[in-house]
Every structure is written in structure tokens, then in C-alpha cells.
């Protein structure tokens, strides 16, 4: 069977169990695709996809394998292709460090929060980045860290989805 009709076929197998529901078949054809199709440009995305729908199975060790799968690609692609790559890249980083947190490993989780560059985040990644590092810091009892942010998040993050919690956590700190 020719790879272009085999792609298709994954592909199309892929959109219908999305519509069903299935995350099981979806990863399995998702797995399929990246073993059949690995230098295929859209197979990044697939173990993006793949991550998250791991991590919401429950199955951590396997979705940060596919997100470290990633990071791995993007060491042996080219200086053209590593602009494509970057935004993808602080996606990753990002899922990495939500996966820890998730995990309860806050320490892994802080030292990853910690290494992102926030200036190059998008506003919403940025405060759910600040938030979940402050989050870290204050459970961990990095009080004088975790202050010192909360003073600025709080004054600039009032009225969003985290505003409550960084408001407690202020006055818990102090």
C-alpha cells in the first residue's frame, strides 16, 4: 500500500475515534502513525497529542517520554527548522513541568517553572506559569520566594481565575 493512502487511513481512522471517544484506539493509531511516518513534520504535534492523551489516562512515565521525545527532535533539526520548532518547544517545556506538578513532584516541578522564560510567553501562560511556581515555592516553604512574587502577581492578576488562590496564599505567607 502506497505511505501517502496508509497516512490517509491512519489519519481518518485517528478523526473517527476522536468522534467516538475512544483515547485508547486514538493513541494507538497515534503510536502507529509516529512508528510508520517518524520524519514526517506533523509528528512533533502527534507526540504532543500523544502526551496529553497519556497524561490524562493517568499514564505520566509515558507522556513525558513522548514530550522528551520531542525535545529530543528538536536537538537534530536544523537551524531553519529550530524557528518552527520553538513555540512547540515552550509548549513542551510547559506540559513537562505541569506533569510534575501534577504529579506532586514539586521540586522537579519548580526547578522546571523556574528555567522557562516568562518573556516569551503568551499572557495566560505566563500567569498559569507565575501561579503554579508560587504554588511550588509556598509548599516547598520558600516563603521570602514565593512573597515576592505573590506581591507582584497579585497586584497585576486581580481579576483572573487565580486571583483567589494567590490572594490566600499572600496572606498565608505573611
Do not use: W
Request: net charge positive; aromatic share 10%.
Amino acid at each position: 500500500m502506497p505511505q501517502n493512502v496508509r497516512k490517509a487511513i491512519l489519519q481518518a481512522l485517528v478523526k473517527l475515534y476522536i468522534l467516538l471517544g475512544d483515547s485508547g484506539k486514538e493513541i494507538l493509531l497515534y503510536e502507529k502513525y509516529v512508528e510508520a511516518f517518524e520524519n514526517d513534520p506533523s509528528c512533533p504535534h502527534i507526540l504532543f497529542k500523544l502526551g496529553n492523551l497519556y497524561r490524562e489516562q493517568g499514564a505520566v512515565k509515558l507522556a513525558l517520554k513522548r514530550y522528551y521525545d520531542i525535545l529530543q527532535r528538536a536537538l537534530t533539526v536544523s537551524q531553519a527548522e529550530l524557528k518552527t520548532y520553538r513555540v512547540m518547544i515552550t509548549k513542551v517545556q510547559i506540559a513537562i513541568a505541569e506533569t510534575y506538578f501534577e504529579m506532586n513532584d514539586l521540586p522537579k516541578a519548580l526547578e522546571l517553572f523556574s528555567k522557562l522564560q516568562l518573556d516569551t510567553l503568551s499572557i495566560e501562560n505566563k500567569r498559569k506559569v507565575l501561579f503554579k511556581k508560587i504554588y511550588c515555592q509556598y509548599h516547598l516553604k520558600k516563603y521570602l520566594d514565593a512573597l515576592g512574587l505573590l506581591e507582584n502577581f497579585c497586584d497585576s492578576n486581580i481579576n483572573d481565575g487565580y486571583s483567589a488562590e494567590t490572594i490566600f496564599l499572600k496572606i498565608k505567607t505573611l
